[in-house]
């Protein structure tokens, strides 16, 4: 008998881009989470299904084994710390950069230079922390869980640690990207029990992923 397999999704972009590479695998998710209110969406295939999660919180689902496996973006599995996951695939998929980014006017070069104590807004408070540690700045790390861009508008921090994509939520905030800190795509997690457990079932669509995936690069 077939062994039923999770996999475990957000909305949006990395949903979207991730299904050219389930149809590559011969999956096919038979409703649309953006018009369906349903957190576990039926596929073609009898054995698999799809559950729809907050980004963040993939690596999670999949950690503790309630979703097999899924698509995060690298930006969220350094917030995560990655425990308990395979990461066998990037999937060249949501590509995007993070970045720190300013208010117009405000002059980073020199509030770095001068070793002022940087107050900076984000989500990413790891990657955050991480950066500025190497680069020897102090940081007061402000957490925020979105619109990010806001904070510098109205005083709340000197800086922000965002993703960026086109540029042009930024740019209509009247804010400037100053320094690009890595880039950013999302790869294909899977928990290690199940990698182990359902290995013949995981398989082929790891490996169809994979092939999928080296096209995009
Ligand atoms: P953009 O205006 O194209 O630069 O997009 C920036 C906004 O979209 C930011 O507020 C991000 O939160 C979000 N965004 C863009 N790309 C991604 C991605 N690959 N993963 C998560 N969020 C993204």
Redesign the pocket.
Known sequence: MSQPLTMALSKG??FEETLPLLKAAGIVVTEDPETSRKLILPTNDPVVRVIIVR?SDVPTYVQYGAADFGVA?K?VLLEHGGEGLYQPVDLNI???RMSVAVSAGFDYASAVRQGARLRVATKFTQTARQHFAAKGVHVDLIKLYGS??LAPLVGLSDAIV?????????RANNLVEVEKIME?S?RLVVNQAAMKMKRERLQPILAAFERAAAAIA
Do not use: F, Q
């Open positions: 972009r990395i980004a973006g930006d949501a590509r995007c990010m861009e965002d993703v960026v994509s086109t540029g042009s939520t930024l950013i999302s």
